[in-house]
């Protein structure tokens, strides 16, 4: 593989679904799975924090979200636990991909926003009215941020310009 390796995404989510990448030391990196962590920062399965579940599911916005959105995270959590199932959504993007050339590799944690409607929020969510800035635009400040691009953005290091 030479270059990266991405499916057309489903425009309801903001995540790509499976797909390849290889790094600068010629490795292919496959995934990701988006599952359901229950430690902000719990890197392994048995990552568990009761306050931040206990946040989670006392957020009026996850159950809907839950609600409308529970046949993805059952395939999502089906790929994650089932090498197998895991590869065979590989395949559909390299057919002649082997269980065998699948192994094992890190996890990583992507925090998603949630609005109270159960909305899925993508990298930033612009309020007028809320937080002062130097110019008459005021803004939300978001609290976790979805991506990199979210993070290293010239918004999220607290300008007040925006497009229009």
Known sequence: MRHPIYPVPDPRLPFLG???TRTIE???HAGPN???ALKREGYARTDVSTRDV????????FWRM????WGTGLAELARSLSKAAFVRALQRLVPNLRAE????GGSGVRAQAVDRAGRLIGDFKIVEGNARCTSST???PRRRR????????PVARGSCSRAD
């Open 101 to 104: 050339d699948v192994v094992p």
């Open 146 to 153: 979805a991506s990199v691009s979210a993070v290293t953005s």
């Open 54 to 61: 206990a946040e989670m599911f006392g957020f009026v916005g």
């Open 66 to 69: 839950a609600g409308r959105y």
């Open 26 to 28: 010629g490795h292919v």
């Open 18 to 20: 499976v797909h390849f």
């Open 138 to 140: 005021r803004l939300r």
């Open 34 to 36: 988006a599952v359901l």
